[in-house]
């Protein structure tokens, strides 16, 4: 395994980092193709044997039992200080009034709740699972400097919204002297690049480290167009990403043109074109297989030739922003 | 003629502003530009109605649009009674710092502005583009400096990235300088681009937009296909509305139709639908031709209802970045 530093802070993490929200309780949350404990801790398992220290959960993922999965098995597999853990906040917990957001309250019982449930006194990586247009940014980002100064948090970072509201937030803090966002996790992949236009630009000039989520499309660039799945199927967040769009077809069928002739997997292809991206630290790979882990493993030493960039970016077209509102 | 303030400031402008691109002295990139003397009606028919904004560039054929334009305005009126505004970005002369957003160009560029305006300010000095090259601190110091010497009262930002319009914003307010307080950027019914990010922030922040090529170039104001002397001779204009399979035809042939049923121009409901862009102050209106002064004053009393709104909206697709 590769490693490098979050953005331009001193983390050292894995050039790939493991989305949790594969694991959790089926039958908690809207996921119904979660894995349970027994059938996530050998994927676990086997990214940690591949030097894989980096681990991306949310408050919201299975109701919370993805964080309470995730917790254990790392917490069986070494000690804490030498895997990087990641969680979120803003997602609805609870119904009723500071059930969710990015309140100063929200935040500061949701942190408690998270370590609750990961079963450890800190994260290494707090994020804000979007933009809360409901509170000043300005309460938001002093209750995560109070989390990070009570030693809750090491870091804090932002996931999907417009580069202009994070520009902002980057400002706040600065301008406040509090702990500000060092990385920003949002949507990147073959078919999905429209961060390329502000989001990726403004990350590059911050030192801003990047984790793209959605690096394979839902999978979708690692099969042939049209496939089904039972994800597919049933996953309502993924059906409002992807619509039949024939320059996404003509892209899919260039991964696996690549992918044939250099004998590798469409999905290493794929997740090769976003590590190559200079401002990205490590894509999210959610694993449901062992072989997914297999193949982003690989891609961290599949090395695109510029030609082949070249055709796998060419036919793309912009596209209406997706991910976030 | 109905005004409105720019942005947050209180300064007081016609919801059209008159652009100067279209003046100054002939030259063979801009065959369509207009000399003094076709410029004049002009401008007279836009005082008279009543536009009291007009925005000009150094870089307009080689400042000779800032000359025509100072010239004919202290014919038509008192220099307090005008908004003036003018832009610095673009190269000037050949060699080192005949271009860009340094102190010394700025400051430099300011006086030759005023020099040939004949003016001692503009109301508006705007930045025009992004200089990857200068340090944000260095411009905004600068045009600061520039509004303390009394020779411009507001500034203001045109085309860029929202993250590099931010960074200039964030350097002035952290050393206590004067902030921008206008975009001009590129807003048409054929492209939206800015609803992304820059009308969004634009409107949080109360900075005024002024939208240039409000007409899509004059592909908005005539049938999809009729050709012109300046989308078939201007380079510039030509990159811009190039693809013949655009997707801006379904845009064009919907506005032609909305045409047809309400008996009014083209050119006056592409005008109409910018205004009523939420946080739009004053499209910017180049006028080489009389036709389209009326047509933009007409537009500012032109309602358009949310169904027409939609009609007009529904057939367009996110594109590449362009004009900047």
Same mark, same amino acid.
Request: with cysteine; net charge neutral.
């Given at each position: 395994?590769?490693?490098?530093?979050? +953005?331009?802070?001193?983390?050292?993490?894995?050039?790939?980092?493991? +989305?949790?929200?594969?694991?959790?309780?089926?039958?908690?949350?809207? #996921?119904?193709?979660?894995?349970?404990?027994?059938e996530?801790?050998?994927?676990?398992?086997?990214?940690?044997?591949a030097?894989?220290?980096?681990?991306?959960?949310?408050?919201?993922?299975?109701?919370?039992?993805?964080e309470?999965?995730?917790g254990?098995?790392?917490?069986?597999?070494?000690?804490?200080?030498?895997?990087?853990?990641?969680?979120?906040?803003?997602?609805?917990?609870?119904?009723?009034?500071?059930?969710?957001?990015?309140?100063?309250?929200?935040?500061?019982?949701?942190?408690?709740?998270?370590?609750?449930?990961?079963?450890?006194?800190?994260?290494?990586?707090?994020?804000? #699972?979007?933009?809360?247009?409901?509170?000043?940014?300005?309460?938001?980002?002093?209750?995560?400097?109070?989390?990070?100064?009570?030693?809750?948090?090491?870091?804090?970072?932002?996931?999907?919204?417009?580069?202009?509201?994070?520009?902002?937030?980057?400002?706040?803090?600065?301008?406040?002297?509090w702990?500000?966002?060092?990385?920003?996790?949002?949507?990147?992949?073959?078919?999905y690049r429209?961060?390329?236009?502000?989001?990726?630009?403004?990350?590059?000039?911050? +030192?801003?480290?990047?984790i793209?989520?959605?690096?394979?499309?839902?999978?979708?660039?690692?099969?042939?167009?049209?496939?089904?799945?039972?994800r597919?199927?049933?996953?309502?967040?993924?059906?409002?990403?992807?619509?039949?769009?024939?320059?996404?077809k003509?892209?899919?069928?260039?991964?696996?043109?690549?992918?044939?002739?250099?004998?590798?997997?469409?999905?290493?292809?794929?997740?090769?074109w976003?590590?190559?991206?200079?401002?990205?630290?490590a894509?999210?790979?959610?694993?449901?297989?062992?072989? #997914?882990?297999?193949?982003?493993?690989?891609?961290?030493?599949?090395?695109?030739?510029?030609?082949?960039?070249a055709?796998?970016?060419a036919?793309?077209?912009?596209?209406?922003v997706?991910g976030?509102? | 003629?109905?005004?409105?303030?720019?942005?947050?400031?209180?300064?007081?402008?016609?919801r059209?502003?008159?652009?100067?691109?279209?003046?100054?002295?002939? @030259?063979?990139?801009?065959?369509?530009?207009?000399?003094?003397?076709?410029?004049?009606?002009?401008f007279?028919?836009?005082?008279?109605?009543?536009?009291?904004?007009?925005?000009?560039?150094n870089?307009?054929?080689?400042?000779?649009?800032?000359?025509?334009?100072?010239?004919?305005l202290?014919?038509?009126?008192?220099?307090?009674?005008?908004?003036?505004?003018?832009?610095?970005?673009?190269?000037?002369?050949?060699?080192?710092?005949?271009?860009?957003?340094?102190?010394?160009?700025?400051?430099?560029e300011?006086?030759?502005?005023?020099?040939?305006?004949?003016?001692?300010?503009?109301?508006?000095?705007?930045?025009?583009?992004?200089d990857?090259?200068?340090?944000?601190?260095e411009?905004?110091?600068?045009?600061?400096?520039?509004?303390?010497?009394?020779?411009a009262?507001?500034?203001?930002?045109?085309?860029?990235?929202?993250?590099?319009?931010?960074?200039?914003?964030?350097?002035?307010?952290?050393?206590?300088?004067?902030?921008?307080?206008?975009?001009?950027d590129?807003?048409?019914?054929?492209?939206?681009?800015?609803?992304?990010?820059?009308?969004?922030?634009?409107?949080?922040?109360?900075?005024?937009?002024l939208?240039?090529?409000?007409?899509?170039g004059?592909?908005?104001?005539?049938?999809?296909?009729?050709?012109?002397?300046?989308?078939?001779?201007?380079?510039?204009?030509?990159?811009?509305?190039?693809?013949?399979?655009?997707?801006?035809?379904?845009?064009?042939n919907?506005?032609?139709?909305?045409?047809?049923?309400?008996?009014?121009?083209?050119?006056?409901?592409?005008?109409?639908?910018?205004?009523?862009?939420?946080?739009?102050?004053?499209?910017?209106?180049?006028?080489?031709?009389?036709?389209?002064?009326?047509?933009?004053?007409?537009?500012?009393?032109?309602?358009?209802?949310?169904?027409?709104?939609?009609? @007009?909206?529904?057939?367009?697709?996110?594109?590449?970045?362009?004009?900047?």
């Amino acid at each position: 395994m590769k490693y490098t530093r979050l +953005g331009k802070t001193g983390l050292e993490v894995s050039r790939i980092c493991i +989305g949790c929200m594969s694991f959790g309780d089926p039958k908690r949350g809207n #996921h119904e193709w979660s894995l349970p404990e027994e059938e996530s801790r050998p994927i676990i398992r086997k990214a940690w044997e591949a030097g894989i220290n980096f681990y991306d959960t949310a408050n919201v993922y299975s109701d919370g039992s993805s964080e309470e999965i995730t917790g254990k098995v790392l917490k069986e597999l070494a000690p804490r200080d030498q895997w990087v853990l990641a969680t979120k906040v803003n997602g609805r917990m609870r119904p009723g009034p500071n059930g969710q957001g990015l309140s100063r309250k929200a935040i500061l019982s949701e942190i408690d709740n998270s370590l609750r449930r990961l079963g450890t006194d800190y994260v290494d990586l707090y994020q804000i #699972h979007r933009w809360d247009y409901q509170v000043p940014i300005e309460e938001t980002l002093e209750a995560l400097n109070d989390v990070v100064r009570a030693g809750k948090a090491r870091y804090i970072g932002a996931s999907s919204m417009y580069a202009w509201q994070f520009a902002q937030a980057l400002a706040v803090s600065k301008a406040n002297g509090w702990a500000a966002f060092v990385s920003m996790q949002d949507y990147v992949n073959l078919i999905y690049r429209e961060e390329e236009r502000e989001m990726l630009p403004l990350c590059a000039a911050e +030192g801003i480290g990047v984790i793209p989520w959605s690096p394979l499309a839902r999978g979708r660039l690692t099969r042939p167009w049209g496939t089904q799945t039972a994800r597919s199927e049933t996953d309502a967040f993924g059906k409002t990403l992807y619509k039949d769009d024939e320059a996404d077809k003509t892209i899919v069928e260039a991964v696996a043109r690549i992918a044939a002739t250099r004998g590798v997997t469409p999905a290493q292809v794929a997740t090769a074109w976003v590590l190559q991206k200079p401002v990205v630290t490590a894509p999210i790979i959610g694993a449901t297989k062992l072989s #997914h882990l297999d193949d982003a493993i690989a891609a961290v030493d599949l090395t695109l030739t510029a030609e082949e960039i070249a055709t796998l970016e060419a036919p793309y077209r912009p596209k209406a922003v997706q991910g976030f509102s | 003629m109905h005004y409105t303030r720019l942005g947050r400031t209180g300064l007081e402008v016609s919801r059209i502003c008159f652009g100067c691109m279209s003046f100054g002295t002939v @030259l063979d990139e801009r065959p369509w530009i207009l000399g003094l003397d076709d410029a004049r009606p002009l401008f007279r028919k836009a005082w008279d109605a009543g536009i009291n904004f007009y925005d000009t560039a150094n870089v307009y054929a080689a400042g000779t649009s800032e000359e025509i334009t100072g010239t004919i305005l202290k014919e038509l009126a008192p220099r307090e009674q005008v908004v003036l505004a003018t832009k610095v970005f673009g190269r000037m002369r050949q060699g080192p710092n005949g271009q860009g957003l340094s102190r010394v160009a700025i400051l430099h560029e300011i006086d030759a502005s005023l020099k040939r305006l004949g003016t001692d300010y503009v109301d508006l000095y705007q930045i025009h583009r992004f200089d990857p090259f200068t340090p944000a601190e260095e411009t905004m110091e600068a045009l600061n400096d520039v509004v303390r010497a009394g020779k411009a009262r507001y500034i203001g930002a045109s085309s860029m990235f929202v993250w590099q319009f931010l960074k200039y914003q964030h350097a002035a307010e952290k050393n206590g300088w004067t902030k921008f307080v206008s975009m001009q950027d590129q807003l048409s019914l054929t492209y939206r681009e800015e609803e992304r990010e820059m009308l969004p922030l634009c409107r949080v922040d109360g900075i005024a937009v002024l939208p240039w090529s409000p007409l899509g170039g004059g592909r908005l104001t005539r049938s999809w296909g009729e050709q012109t002397k300046r989308n078939t001779t201007d380079r510039y204009n030509k990159t811009m509305y190039a693809d013949p399979n655009s997707p801006d035809r379904d845009v064009v042939n919907a506005l032609e139709v909305l045409s047809k049923s309400r008996g009014v121009s083209m050119a006056q409901l592409a005008m109409a639908w910018v205004l009523q862009v939420k946080g739009v102050t004053a499209p910017i209106v180049g006028a080489s031709i009389m036709s389209h002064v009326d047509d933009a004053i007409a537009a500012v009393d032109v309602k358009l209802s949310d169904d027409e709104i939609k009609a @007009l909206e529904a057939p367009y697709k996110s594109k590449v970045v362009t004009g900047f």
